[in-house]
T-cell receptor, first 121, second 108 residues
Framework: EVQLLESGGGLVQPGGSLRVSCAASGFSFSNYVMSWVRQAPGKGLEWVAGLSGSGGTAHYADSVKGRFTISRDNSKSTLFLHMTSLRAEDTAVYYCAKEGQWFGVDSFDYWGQGTLITVSS | ETVLTQSPATLSLSPGERATLSCRASQSISNYLVWYQQKPGQAPRLLIYDVSKRATGIPARFSGSGSGTEFTLTISSLEPEDFAVYYC??????????FGQGTKLDIK
């Protein structure tokens, strides 16, 4: 059974930093693209960043480029999102999501339960 | 960036009725169109991928159609558990992947 479990959310001040994690199980983690998708309170879904299975290719939404870094540790089947220079508009539930073996194909077929990040003073 | 526009924003129907949800893309996205269902407090769930392929475990009352820039999700006969928010998502023109703003399907 595929499982994705996010952790590391919480309250952070504007301008601060935070790292969230996503522990994966039930599939061959290193073979799949993984992404982070966020949802501001009461709003829709926004793709944030994606990373190839090897970790060699990353893509970012313009809204987070230069501030967020996606990474992975395939030996521990864990995906990370390191967020810096956080703004109030980054407040959201952050989901990790499994994709296919390459960017663009398939879908986000499995999602974690999400972790809430609140940026506020 | 490919913008997806969903309509209507809210759809009020009764159990047993047929639901038709639309998603329009600002440019052609071939067949890389996906639909998700989200219930309050839950993560999105994959329903349909590649326009019309049902994900594992999705009932046959859910179907997808369309091509190019116009797509439709149809629920043939609504069950009580189908009342939720539905999002379309494109994977053709990236980055970025984009989502529609959602259609809320609520009980009339």
């Amino acid at each position: 059974e595929v499982q994705l479990l996010e952790s590391g959310g919480g309250l952070v001040q504007p301008g601060g930093s935070l790292r969230v994690s996503c522990a994966a199980s039930g599939f061959s983690f290193s073979n799949y693209v993984m992404s982070w998708v966020r949802q501001a309170p009461g709003k829709g879904l926004e793709w944030v960043a994606g990373l190839s299975g090897s970790g060699g290719t990353a893509h970012y939404a313009d809204s987070v480029k230069g501030r967020f870094t996606i990474s992975r540790d395939n030996s521990k089947s864990t995906l990370f999102l390191h967020m810096t220079s956080l703004r109030a508009e980054d407040t959201a539930v952050y989901y990790c999501a499994k994709e296919g073996q390459w960017f663009g194909v398939d879908s986000f077929d499995y999602w974690g339960q999400g972790t809430l990040i609140t940026v506020s003073s | 960036e490919t913008v997806l526009t969903q309509s209507p924003a809210t759809l009020s129907l009764s159990p047993g009725e047929r639901a038709t949800l639309s998603c329009r893309a600002s440019q052609s996205i071939s067949n890389y169109l996906v639909w998700y269902q989200q219930k309050p407090g839950q993560a999105p769930r994959l329903l349909i991928y590649d326009v019309s392929k049902r994900a594992t475990g999705i009932p046959a009352r859910f179907s997808g159609s369309g091509s190019g820039t116009e797509f439709t999700l149809t629920i043939s006969s609504l069950e009580p558990e189908d009342f939720a928010v539905y999002y379309c998502h494109q994977r053709s023109n990236w980055p970025p992947y984009t989502f529609g703003q959602g259609t809320k399907l609520d009980i009339k």
